[in-house]
């Protein structure tokens, strides 16, 4: 289990990289980033790690859509599994009260992504395409609401 769980965290650190650099999305949600790192650097276990689960807010919500439509990982509403997981976490986590999440500071396109074991380029690459996917779907004018 040790090392499935230090697996899992090692993978998921080039995610958090690849999506803050990405010029679509406003913030990423992990541990080891943000004003709180250091908190949580201070309570970390000796040679533990900041976990496998990733939070995502894109500019535009129909971008997240895209995005969540395109990305070629298992879908569902579980964490923990060996293999990468992506949910639209507020549409299923709080469907009945989705109206409401908002005022907390959780968007309605907020995607989770729960990292397994694969192999840490093909889970990279697949994010990767999947935000080439999002670039291409911003530049036409489907996005920008032309004709």
């Known amino acids: 289990m040790s090392w499935r769980v230090k697996q899992c965290n090692q993978n998921t650190l080039p ?37 496998n689960v990733l939070s995502i807010i894109f500019r535009d ?24 997981l992506a949910i639209p976490y507020v549409q299923l ?3 009945w009260d989705r ?12 995607i989770r992504l729960s990292v397994g074991l694969e192999n840490v380029e093909d889970i990279t690459n697949a994010v990767a395409t999947a935000l080439k996917e999002v670039e291409i779907f911003e530049s036409g004018d489907t996005c920008k609401g032309g004709a």
Not at 101 to 108: A, F, S
């Open 15 to 51: 995610l958090v990289d690849l999506l803050q650099s990405h010029p679509s999305i406003s913030q990423v949600n992990h541990p080891s980033i943000g004003e709180t790192a250091h908190l949580y650097r201070s309570f970390m276990r000796k040679d533990g790690g900041y976990g």
């Open 93 to 95: 986590a709080n469907y």
């Open 99 to 110: 109206e409401k999440v908002p005022k907390y500071g959780v968007p309605q396109h907020i």
């Open 61 to 84: 919500p129909r971008s997240a859509e895209h995005f969540y439509n395109v990305l070629e990982v298992c879908k569902g509403s579980s964490f923990g599994t060996n293999f990468t």
